[in-house]
């Protein structure tokens, strides 16, 4: 049995496709004897602030989180791409709570070297080893973004080699393109099954 953290990050929480995605693999998680402690962003009676490095120590909602994490083995971001970035709040939350030096520290190669100071490695921290799972979803076609698919900065690639990689993170990701209102009801059972296999591979 493993512990699930999700942290949900679309405004719609009831009845979205982003929300379909949570509720159809906590179901599915579920019934494989999974446990889930999943918190909707939107929906938290406290709030984060926009983040702000000098605010330290961080606000008590951090450590908070913090301490959930610590206490599962899979993290699960849910959220949609706006303008090649998860949207605000959820980078919100990456930004305050997969921070250093609880998530990753940076070491010297040559500690003490004034020359070398600014050359270092990453040291993952709590999450070292545990799973990070990335659901996203995208507006447009996959084509749409064909442009960028080389370049680091698109969502999945910069936080599965970028933030999930200075944690220590092992990946799984999911995307899905062209989520509009109109999706064929064939089309969005296809969807879930993948988002099934997902839960049930963990």
């Known amino acids: 049995m493993k512990r699930i953290f999700i942290t949900f990050g679309h405004h719609n929480t009831t009845n979205s496709f982003n929300a379909a995605i949570r509720d159809n693999f906590i179901d599915e998680v579920k019934k494989n004897g999974h446990e889930v402690d999943l918190i909707n962003l939107f929906e938290e009676n406290e709030q984060l602030p926009f983040y702000n490095q000098n ?15 610590e206490a599962c083995s899979v993290m699960m971001l849910i959220g949609s791409c706006h303008n090649l970035r998860l949207n605000a709040i959820l980078e919100n939350w990456v930004d ?20 070398f100071k600014n050359y270092g490695y990453p040291v993952a921290g709590a999450m070292k ?3 990070g799972i ?17 370049f680091d900065n698109i969502p999945f690639r910069r936080i599965k080699k970028a933030v999930f990689k200075l944690g220590g993170l092992k990946t799984k ?3 899905f393109y062209s989520v509009l209102p109109d ?11 993948r988002v099934r296999n997902v839960a049930r591979s963990i």
Request: net charge positive; charged share 20%; hydrophobic share 40%.
């Open 55 to 69: 605010i330290n120590p961080p606000p008590k909602l951090v450590l908070d989180y913090r301490k959930r994490l």
């Open 129 to 131: 080893g545990k799973l």
């Open 183 to 193: 999706m064929d009801k064939k089309i969005f059972d296809k969807h879930m099954i």
């Open 134 to 150: 990335i659901s996203i979803t995208y507006g447009g076609p996959m084509l749409s973004y064909q442009n960028f698919s080389i």
């Open 173 to 175: 990701y999911i995307r």
């Open 96 to 115: 305050w709570v997969l921070h250093p030096k609880w998530f990753f520290s940076y070491r010297s190669l040559i500690p003490g070297n004034k020359y």
